[in-house]
């Protein structure tokens, strides 16, 4: 007979599929995690890619009409505790458990509707987006690695963020072409895309070294079981970043600069034996 166990099951594994298509460095961070980490945060990626999908990719659709679905559909399945949406019902699965409520859920969800309204951004704007976007996913993850130890989260909850800005001011910079070509956005406020220059480009990677520079100090106080997996994530944006720092303004907007199969092998290596030996 079956179970409510085992349609839980199929969920999680559902929502690890996704993560394992979608993207191959959060899948080999996650695989560094403690096993009692890895399921929840995956379904806080399934649940996070899955609302980045229909901004970004559903063009033949109303996407507005998509995402609001998608709201209140989210608002259910934590009302009811349950939804026939996979990745939904693994996603309020984990926030009930861990405490993730709609503080974080709701400017996630906030910051997809922007990128259905807004092409451009001024400072204010941008910090909003990156607070919705990134930084309350770092804080969803967070909550997960504390385990209700809410003083813990609290400590923590900074570098966090700025981790979470850090990936995702990595990300604008190197989609930062795709992003106005085929999106018609333009991220970082006070530059021409069109006319991208090396001291604008420079202007844009001394925040991502400052939140990276904030974030590497919480890394080093995270809860043993949670420490190497986000610090294998951090290694590998760092390792993209730095390489999109070495590049003229007009090869980042010429090609999607990347990390390759052998590269991130050997991040893996050194964030091993820098975890081992406590050298982060």
């Given at each position: 007979?079956?179970?409510?166990?085992?349609?839980?099951?199929?969920?999680?594994?559902?929502?690890?599929?996704?993560?394992?298509?979608?993207?191959?460095?959060?899948?080999?961070?996650?695989?560094?995690?403690?096993?009692?980490?890895?399921?929840?945060?995956?379904?806080?990626?399934?649940?996070?890619?899955?609302?980045?999908?229909?901004?970004?990719?559903?063009?033949?659709?109303?996407?507005?009409?998509?995402?609001?679905?998608?709201?209140?559909?989210?608002?259910?399945?934590m009302?009811?505790?349950?939804?026939?949406?996979?990745?939904?019902?693994?996603?309020?699965?984990?926030?009930?458990?861990?405490?993730?409520?709609?503080?974080?859920?709701?400017?996630?969800?906030?910051?997809?509707?922007?990128?259905?309204?807004?092409?451009?951004?001024?400072?204010?704007?941008?910090?909003?987006?990156?607070?919705?976007?990134?930084?309350?996913?770092?804080?969803?993850?967070?909550?997960?690695?504390?385990?209700g130890?809410?003083?813990?989260?609290?400590?923590l909850?900074?570098?966090?963020?700025?981790?979470?800005?850090?990936f995702?001011?990595?990300?604008?910079?190197?989609?930062?072409?795709?992003?106005?070509?085929?999106?018609?956005?333009?991220?970082?406020?006070?530059?021409?895309?069109?006319?991208?220059?090396?001291?604008?480009?420079?202007?844009?990677?001394?925040?991502?070294?400052?939140?990276?520079?904030?974030?590497?100090?919480?890394?080093k106080?995270?809860?043993?079981?949670?420490?190497?997996?986000?610090?294998?994530?951090?290694?590998?944006?760092?390792?993209?970043f730095?390489?999109?720092?070495?590049?003229?303004?007009?090869?980042?907007?010429?090609?999607?600069?990347?990390?390759?199969?052998?590269?991130?092998?050997?991040?893996?290596?050194?964030?091993?034996?820098?975890?081992?030996?406590?050298?982060?």
């Amino acid at each position: 007979m079956n179970t409510l166990a085992l349609y839980d099951s199929v969920c999680n594994d559902l929502s690890g599929r996704v993560v394992s298509r979608y993207s191959t460095s959060f899948s080999i961070g996650i695989r560094a995690l403690h096993p009692r980490f890895r399921r929840p945060i995956k379904a806080i990626y399934a649940y996070v890619r899955f609302a980045d999908e229909i901004v970004d990719t559903f063009h033949a659709h109303d996407k507005r009409d998509l995402l609001e679905r998608f709201r209140a559909e989210t608002s259910r399945a934590m009302d009811e505790r349950i939804s026939l949406n996979p990745v939904l019902h693994s996603f309020q699965q984990t926030a009930r458990s861990y405490g993730i409520g709609q503080e974080l859920i709701g400017p996630f969800l906030d910051s997809m509707a922007m990128d259905l309204e807004q092409e451009t951004h001024d400072t204010a704007s941008f910090n909003n987006y990156i607070f919705g976007s990134a930084e309350v996913v770092g804080l969803m993850c967070l909550r997960v690695f504390c385990e209700g130890a809410d003083v813990r989260y609290n400590a923590l909850q900074p570098a966090a963020q700025r981790l979470g800005a850090a990936f995702q001011k990595v990300n604008f910079l190197r989609d930062i072409q795709d992003d106005h070509a085929a999106l018609g956005r333009t991220y970082f406020p006070d530059i021409d895309v069109q006319h991208l220059d090396e001291k604008a480009k420079c202007k844009a990677e001394a925040s991502i070294i400052a939140d990276f520079q904030a974030a590497l100090a919480g890394i080093k106080n995270l809860p043993k079981g949670s420490r190497f997996g986000v610090y294998v994530a951090y290694a590998y944006y760092l390792a993209l970043f730095r390489k999109i720092q070495g590049l003229s303004a007009g090869r980042i907007m010429q090609e999607r600069i990347r990390i390759g199969k052998r590269a991130k092998m050997r991040l893996l290596t050194t964030s091993f034996l820098r975890h081992s030996f406590n050298t982060l």
